[in-house]
């Protein structure tokens, strides 16, 4: 199956940046990833929509995030990016990564949804 792996979180100032990538693998598929998005959940808290972006590059951004954020994709190497600038400690969580790829499997298409397992974002001073 495709597998998506965040990276890229750690402990930050206040005021501070981080980068986070989501690279996507699936040993000897073909496979495309139609959306994908970066999702955010606080301890305690629901997962909620950070930003998500299309194959073509359309993107959104929670108005939490908006103007401090900025996603990137790069669909020939299968990996999204997260900038994150002027990082507050209510953004302090876990960030995981979401994909939703079509493997093709000969004339079959199999269409699926994937999580990463997350990555750690604390904001403190």
């Known amino acids: 199956q495709v597998q998506l792996v965040e990276s890229g979180g750690g402990l930050v100032r206040p005021g501070g940046s981080l980068r986070l990538s989501c690279t996507a693998s699936?040993?000897?598929?073909?496979?495309?990833?139609?959306?994908m998005a970066w999702y955010f959940q606080a301890l305690g808290k629901e997962r909620t929509l950070v930003a998500p972006?299309?194959?073509?590059?359309?993107?959104y951004y929670a108005d939490s995030v908006k103007d401090r954020f900025a996603l990137s994709r790069i669909n020939a190497e299968n990996k999204m990016y997260l900038q994150m600038n002027d990082l507050k400690p209510e953004d302090t969580g876990v960030y995981y990564c979401?994909?939703?790829?079509?493997?093709?499997?000969?004339?079959?298409?199999?269409?699926?949804?994937?999580w990463g397992h997350g990555t750690l974002v604390t904001v403190s001073a």
């Open positions: 979401y994909g939703d790829p079509t493997i093709v499997r000969g004339e079959v298409l199999d269409y699926s949804e994937v």
């Open positions: 699936g040993s000897d598929l073909t496979f495309t990833i139609n959306n």
């Open positions: 972006i299309t194959y073509g590059g359309s993107m």
